[in-house]
């Protein structure tokens, strides 16, 4: 279990560890976005749902590379003519199936939507990768 700070709500200035983030049931992953001006950025979004806060922020989608277990390709593909366009639209939380450095992520945090959705009955996800997460 990491307990080292990861991310402070912008609203209320709790600190969050990234167990916090993976497992808390006061932090909800929303969705996962592209920069439309910088599409090798890509952020997760999350809401900090304690009572008296409700805020949403964002986490750079790389922070989470260690918990990645599959290969990530090194192309971007978002906007290209075989992209599905998912990273351009936050509420879009299906999986991608092309090779693009950003198909990874959008597998693992499906996988965190599925934790909190109380899905989750192992690791695995739809393409047989096995997110790892710590202190699980």
């Known amino acids: 279990m990491d307990v080292q700070q990861f991310k ?3 609203m209320c200035g709790t600190w ?26 890509n952020f997760f979004l999350f809401n900090h749902l304690r009572d008296g806060c409700h805020s949403t922020f964002a986490v750079s989608a790389e922070k989470f590379a260690p ?30 199936q092309i090779a693009c450095r950003w198909a ?20 695995e996800v739809e393409d047989e990768t096995t997110p790892v997460t710590p202190g699980h």
Request: glycine content about 6%; charged content about 25%.
């Open 104 to 123: 990874p992520y959008r597998r693992f945090l499906l996988h965190l939507v599925k934790i909190r959705d109380g899905a989750a009955q192992t690791t």
């Open 16 to 41: 969050f560890t990234i167990d916090d983030i993976i497992h808390s049931p006061e932090i909800a992953p929303i969705g996962m976005m592209a920069q439309i001006d910088n599409p090798e950025k």
């Open 67 to 96: 918990f990645i277990t599959e290969t990530v390709p090194e192309k971007v593909r978002f906007g290209e003519d075989v992209c599905p366009g998912h990273c351009a639209s936050l509420g879009e939380l299906a999986a991608c």
């Open 8 to 10: 402070q709500c912008p």
